[in-house]
């Protein structure tokens, strides 16, 4: 049986208007916070068996996200990863951390691959500078595009967030699900939703 494992790390540089997760701009906590963290996944070691126990149960995929995990220090993440290597049977396939586009640097995505990173979740949102401003995110769209590329150069697969794009679709696809049943297009109706349902997955 395989499992997944996912920490958040609820630290950011500033807060975005639209941010429906727990975070703080405290720096002050952060390593404390992993200090409490470590703790608890040594506490919690037995439980996949406890869970699981006629079923050999492995740790497959690792998803570190917040907030902004990047805003760690390397030494932080380095405990956090070697943490869950020692403390649970991994077997992992995919480790995945959020970053955002204005944290990565070459020498960061060296060390988080060397941790055994293979995925970088990119915080994007848009690659439109204007509305990059208004939902205060640090970045522009130069610099999502160059930590896209520098994560591809170095070989650590970039998945690219970018929901203000779904969520645009999602809007249009409503306006056009009104307008076709007021028209009393039902065919057209049963398209939209399926349009709906799909942008939503995809969001």
């Known amino acids: 049986m395989k499992a997944g494992i996912y920490v958040h790390i609820p630290f950011c540089e500033s807060r975005c208007i639209y941010c429906g997760f727990y975070s703080t701009t405290a720096k002050d906590w952060r390593t404390r916070y992993v200090d409490a963290l470590l703790k608890e996944m040594r506490m919690r070691s037995d439980e996949l068996h406890s869970l699981y126990p006629d079923n050999e149960c492995t740790i497959d995929t690792v998803y570190i996200g917040g907030g902004t995990p990047s805003t760690l220090s390397i030494d932080d993440l380095s405990r956090i990863i070697n943490t869950i290597k020692a403390v649970f049977p991994c077997k992992t396939r995919e480790i995945t951390i959020e970053m955002n586009p204005d944290d990565v640097?070459?020498?960061?995505?060296?060390?988080?691959?060397?941790?055994?990173?293979?995925?970088?979740?990119?915080?994007?949102?848009?690659?439109?500078?204007?509305?990059?401003?208004?939902i205060r995110r640090r970045h522009n769209a130069a610099q999502a595009a160059k930590a896209a590329a520098k994560a591809?150069?170095?070989g650590v697969k970039a998945a690219v967030k970018a929901t203000i794009a779904a969520v645009k679709a999602i809007i249009a696809a409503i306006k056009a699900l009104v307008a076709a049943i007021a028209a009393g297009?039902?065919?057209?109706?049963?398209?939209?939703?399926?349009?709906?349902?799909?942008a939503l997955i995809c969001g």
Do not use: H, K, Y
């Open 105 to 134: 640097t070459t020498e960061l995505i060296s060390a988080v691959r060397n941790l055994g990173v293979n995925r970088i979740s990119l915080g994007v949102q848009t690659f439109s500078d204007e509305r990059l401003r208004f």
């Open 152 to 154: 591809t150069v170095a």
């Open 185 to 198: 297009g039902w065919v057209a109706v049963a398209v939209i939703v399926v349009i709906c349902l799909i």
